[in-house]
């Protein structure tokens, strides 16, 4: 991975192959920003910038050799919008983009001026962290299954983050530290998301989390098997699970800070390694995906991954409910009855509306553990992909000072998230003739099935400050942004870290 570091001079003595410098669309001065430059160079380029008609535009690029200091450097601008609108998603694409159009020319050292441009009320150590996420996550792709590096594009060795204020300079390492850890717990998230379901079981997620709790004095990890599962009374995750030559595990990760706290906050993952649909089979084209239906367990994981670097000073929990939804003699039908962990009665008539019955089991069992906020997050509906789009996540609860604090973290990563209601007059939807609930709504016709999916789960939760998290649509990107890859975003992850950091 990229080696960052910080420089507290920007001029063209630096020692890399090549400087990104980003350029605003209302600049006036261009060559203000480039006054850095040896006066040839800067001639010919602010020429040329004038040919190309190069305007700033956000994502705009303009890459050109600089031959005066040493042969073979190379000078990046890429184009950020008018100055007013930029944001800390602004300068993630922008180092993104820099970073692929250097890895392309062969630049293998880059140097960036972090703070030439700021968003409103910000600092450098408010954009470090967005930059660096820029700069790494623009270079994660998922290859092992490929027997040729395709494009030949080498990755960048090493960026260097110029900033020219003494003082400011010192707490720039803690924020190349933050920014490196969300990018890592994303990756890491990423990578079981992306993994075919042969190889990421819940076996597998089960020795993920052992491997993280091992690595971690702050961490352990306990895991109910299936016999334990029985015995506790899990019943919705073993219905789910019936169907699989997989066992089911109920993973539970904990993270105690080093000052004691009394605060325990429970993050529960979705961990459905592959979703066939079950006896309620989905049609190919639905099933092509659906090894990222553990994408809510993945962030779990990813979260913790990072957890005891970022210390975070409240206790954290990680539930991961892991187990395969799979069609067979064994399996869950139509129609059964299956008791979840708190005794409530659940009528499955849809056995492809799996997600809500592992969560229920898992949130019920945060509940019981005394948890003093939960937040679920979960590939739960293709309707929350209806109603935001692929791009942006539901955001659900019952607490709204939680959501907005959980919404203030991900605008702040850049993950799109939108708050949807739990409309109390939908509930009677999920009410069944012979169990207490049912877990697809009475009237499927209606919609609003990212709703009646979220309130099948509020059944679980009590009087728990609750969060909701449909993260079906952004889990998954269909294609390449400026600084994202196609395939497994790692989504909420990002969030995730940068709220805990807060609280
Ligand atoms: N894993 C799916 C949801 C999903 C769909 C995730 C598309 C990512 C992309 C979930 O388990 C599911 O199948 N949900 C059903 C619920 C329905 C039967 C009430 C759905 O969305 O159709
Ligand atoms: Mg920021
Ligand atoms: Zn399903």
């Given amino acids: 991975m990229t080696k960052i570091t910080i420089n507290p001079t920007w001029n063209n003595q630096l020692h890399t192959d090549g400087y990104a410098v980003f350029v605003p669309q209302d600049e006036k001065e261009i060559s203000k920003s480039l006054s850095f430059l040896h006066k040839d160079e800067l001639a010919t380029l602010v020429s040329e910038i004038k040919h190309e008609k190069f305007q700033?535009?956000?994502?705009?690029?303009?890459?050109f050799p600089l031959w005066m200091s040493k042969p073979g450097r190379r000078i990046i601008l890429v184009g950020i919008g008018p100055q007013k609108d930029i944001t800390d998603e602004t300068l993630r694409k922008a180092a993104g983009l820099a970073t692929r159009a250097a890895s392309k020319a062969g630049v293998g050292t880059l140097a960036f001026r972090v703070a030439a441009y700021l968003p409103n009320n910000e600092t450098a150590k408010d954009v470090v962290p967005d930059i660096v996420e820029g700069i790494?996550?623009?270079?994660?792709?998922?290859k092992k299954?490929?027997?040729?590096?395709?494009?030949n594009v080498v990755s960048l060795q090493r960026a260097v983050l110029c900033h020219e204020n003494k003082r400011e300079v010192l707490g720039l390492e803690r924020?190349?530290?933050?920014?490196?850890?969300?990018?890592q717990g994303a990756m890491q998230a990423s990578d079981l998301v992306n993994e075919p379901s042969s190889h990421i079981?819940?076996?597998?997620?089960?020795s993920h989390a052992q491997e993280i709790s091992l690595r971690h004095k702050q961490i352990s990890c306990s895991v109910l098997d299936e016999k334990e599962l029985k015995k506790k009374g899990f019943g919705c995750i073993l219905g789910v699970a019936r169907g699989s030559d997989e066992p089911p595990y109920l993973i539970h990760l904990s993270y105690t800070p080093k000052m004691p706290s009394k605060k325990k906050v429970f993050l529960v993952g979705k961990g459905i390694t592959f979703d066939s649909g079950g006896i309620s089979i989905k049609p190919a084209d639905s099933m092509e995906n659906m090894k990222m239906d553990m994408a809510g367990g993945a962030a779990v994981l990813g979260v913790f991954s990072q957890i005891a670097t970022l210390s975070p000073k409240i206790e954290v929990h990680g539930i991961i409910a892991a187990c395969e939804n799979m069609p067979s003699g064994t399996a869950i039908k139509p129609g059964d009855v299956l008791t979840a962990y708190n005794k409530k009665t659940v009528e499955v008539l849809n056995t492809d509306a799996e997600g809500r019955l592992v969560l229920a089991d898992a949130c019920a069992y945060a509940v019981d553990h005394k948890a003093d906020m939960i937040i679920d997050l979960a590939t739960l509906t293709g309707a929350?992909?209806?109603?935001?789009?692929?791009?942006?996540?539901?955001?659900f609860g019952t607490d709204q000072s939680l959501l907005g604090k959980i919404k203030t973290a991900a605008d702040d990563a850049g993950e799109k998230m939108w708050q949807l209601p739990l409309e109390q007059s939908y509930e009677k939807l999920m009410k069944s003739d012979i169990a207490d609930f049912r877990n697809i709504s009475a009237i499927r016709a209606v919609g609003g099935g990212a709703i009646t999916g979220a309130l099948f789960i509020k059944n679980f939760i009590g009087e728990t400050p609750w969060a909701h998290i449909d993260i079906a649509g952004p889990a998954?990107?269909?294609?390449?942004?400026?600084?994202?890859?196609?395939?497994?975003?790692g989504f909420g992850v990002r969030t995730l870290l940068r709220f805990l950091k807060e609280l």
């Fill in 201 to 206: 079981t819940p076996e597998v997620l089960v």
């Fill in 476 to 489: 998954w990107a269909i294609e390449q942004r400026e600084y994202t890859e196609k395939g497994a975003t």
């Fill in 56 to 63: 700033g535009k956000l994502g705009e690029l303009f890459s």
């Fill in 145 to 151: 299954y490929k027997s040729e590096n395709e494009n």
């Fill in 384 to 395: 929350c992909i209806v109603a935001l789009g692929p791009d942006i996540a539901g955001l």
């Fill in 175 to 183: 924020a190349v530290e933050l920014g490196e850890m969300y990018v």
């Fill in 136 to 142: 790494l996550l623009s270079q994660y792709s998922f």
